[in-house]
Nanobody, 126 residues
């Protein structure tokens, strides 16, 4: 089992940047696909970005391509989401999640997630 703790959320003006971090407990962090999800009020939770176990393959939802970057450091049991050129529509609670799925990289977006963090709020003002 793994415990996930997010940090780095906050209030930022449109066009600004934030870097979310997720610290994972346990010694098997490198065995998980990691993802960042977000959920805005009244909307369904959506997968924003995912990264494979070694960090060599990533997935981004279309609305964040070119603006967000997911990365991981398996030595430090951390995964990050660098968010640039933020827009008001990026406002949401952001969640880090870990998946034990075994998938080829081409199916990275379809991983099932087993463990979730408590979330961190990102608010982008216009």
């Amino acid at each position: 089992q793994v415990q996930l703790v997010e940090s780095g959320g906050g209030l930022v003006q449109a066009g600004g940047s934030l870097r979310l971090s997720c610290a994972a407990s346990g010694r098997t962090f490198s065995s998980y696909i990691m993802g960042w999800f977000r959920q805005a009020p009244g909307k369904e939770r959506e997968l924003v970005a995912a990264i494979n176990k070694r960090g060599g393959s990533t997935y981004y939802t279309d609305s964040v391509k070119g603006r967000f970057t997911i990365s991981r450091d398996n030595a430090k049991n951390t995964v990050h989401l660098q968010m640039n050129s933020l827009k008001p529509e990026d406002t949401a609670a952001y969640y880090c999640a870990a998946s034990t799925s075994i998938l080829p990289d081409v199916l990275l977006a379809h991983a099932r997630y087993d463990y979730w963090g408590q979330g961190t709020q990102v608010t982008v003002s216009s």
